[in-house]
């Protein structure tokens, strides 16, 4: 397995640029020690997996997709992990992705782009679009991403595979290289639905070196997977299927749920009155707490530095240098809604926003089991489209915001082609019934 994982990724990678490391020699290590042991009776016994760069691997360069961790090895390994590792899986190395996870199309990587198996001229979606790409092109058999805005589902949907992002607090954080702490979160993109159940099945449950993942037991969840789901009432929100939804992609999510139906599933329309407020919101939030977190690459602690005349200097110039424009960006979008004066005009208003988001869902999930909708409003863009104009690039998380707001569990799904290009269709729970959301998934898939 890993021969011909690390065939097929030495025969293609130079094409997708999907991985930033090949950890050839630890591969070969942990193949070797995995048939000396014998594997039998680990869950994912060999199995080839992608891991995204901004999750701490031991010994293995970690660079968050930024020059200024470019020569950054941890230490350890993230709580992720050293799950992911005792189930057996075999870690082929690290994927491709946006600065710090700020990007909805891979071109803002401080390395390479990536680009989309389907199509090389389109992008594959982002931050996770190496773990998108080598899943859909076969490299791996599963890969990791993190999802703060949409990270995972929607390079899932470009890429037309699974990406399921769990509820904030199912998985650890520990490790994951944070952008906005209060959204992040870890998840796998897989082939199929059953691939997605058994990877979170090893990644999920609670743990006590991070102060938010949740104490709530963590169920079987390929004992959901029944293929049944008569009497499943689902909300379809208006403004998720209306104004700025490709036309292709509207059909294709209107035929996923005629199939949902089909399978005993009733559909009805709802609303999330406070949704069009979600990318205003998240694009304040998200800055906010990146330009926190982000204040500890100083050239001193972490990565690289550039030498200056004096202190100030040299912070100033291993900034100025280390990061790329669209941290930049945020970096100052994000300091600015914090220094005071400004707080309560912006960064407590958009937390009132937030909380008003996370009450439409709450309000909607009296009445229905599941939320569904597109994943994204566009199949992958062309490269080049939208990297010169943030805000086009901000309004592709459309669909994909308001969940993470609310903090919600959600999967994307194929859902068929348009223009020879993969749409996803999205599929939200109620707060850890990622049971439900797979159930769903796997019944449609
Ligand atoms: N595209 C969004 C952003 O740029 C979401 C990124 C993510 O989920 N990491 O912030």
Request: hydrophobic share 40%; net charge negative.
């Amino acid at each position: 397995l890993a021969d011909a994982s690390l065939n097929c990724i030495q025969e293609m990678d130079g094409k997708l640029g999907a991985f930033l490391q090949v950890d050839e020699e630890g591969v070969r290590e942990r193949a070797r020690a995995l048939d000396e042991s014998g594997v039998a009776d680990r869950p994912l016994a060999a199995v080839p997996m992608g891991i995204k760069d901004n999750i701490s691997t031991r010994g293995v360069l970690t660079t968050a997709g930024s020059r200024i961790l470019g020569d950054y090895t941890p230490i350890y390994d993230a709580v992720v992990i050293e799950k992911l590792n005792d189930a057996g899986a075999n870690m082929m190395g690290k994927t491709n992705m946006d600065e710090f996870g700020m990007g909805s199309s891979n071109e803002n990587s401080g390395f390479h782009p990536v680009r989309n198996p389907w199509n090389p001229d389109r992008v594959p979606g982002g931050s996770s679009g190496g773990s998108a790409a080598a899943v859909a092109s076969g490299q791996v058999t599963f890969a990791l991403g993190s999802d703060t805005g949409g990270s995972i589902r929607q390079p899932a949907a470009f890429c037309g595979v699974v990406g399921l992002k769990p509820t904030y607090g199912r998985v650890s954080r520990f490790g994951l290289i944070a952008f906005a702490s209060s959204l992040d979160q870890i998840g796998p993109l897989t082939r199929n639905v059953e691939d997605a159940a058994m990877v979170l099945s090893t990644i999920a449950g609670h743990d006590p070196k991070d102060s938010t993942s949740a104490k709530v037991d963590v169920p079987d969840y390929l004992a959901s997977l029944t293929g049944e789901i008569r009497g499943l009432k689902v909300a379809v929100p208006r403004e998720l299927m209306g104004e700025g939804i490709d036309a292709g992609v509207k059909q294709r999510v209107q035929e996923a749920l005629k199939r949902l139906e089909g399978l005993g599933a009733t559909v009805e329309e709802v609303s999330l009155p406070h949704a069009e407020y979600a990318v205003a919101t998240y694009y304040l939030l998200a800055p906010a707490e990146a330009s926190s977190n982000l204040a500890r690459y100083d050239g001193v602690r972490y990565g690289v530095r550039v030498e200056g005349d004096n202190l100030l200097d040299m912070f100033h110039r291993t900034r100025s240098t280390g990061f790329g424009d669209e941290v930049k960006r945020r970096i100052m979008l994000g300091t600015y809604a914090l220094s005071s004066g400004y707080y309560d005009a912006y960064y407590r208003k958009a937390q009132q926003v937030r909380t008003l988001i996370r009450q439409d869902f709450e309000s909607i999930f009296q009445t229905y089991d599941v939320v569904v909708g597109p994943t994204a409003p566009t199949t992958a863009f062309p490269m080049g489209e939208k990297v010169d104009d943030p805000l086009t690039m901000y309004l592709n998380d459309i669909c994909t915001i308001p969940v993470s707001l609310a903090g919600l569990p959600a999967i994307s799904v194929p859902c068929g082609l348009s223009d020879g290009l993969p749409v996803g269709l999205q599929i939200v729970g109620k707060p850890f019934d990622e049971s439900g959301v797979l159930r769903v998934a796997h019944a449609f898939e």
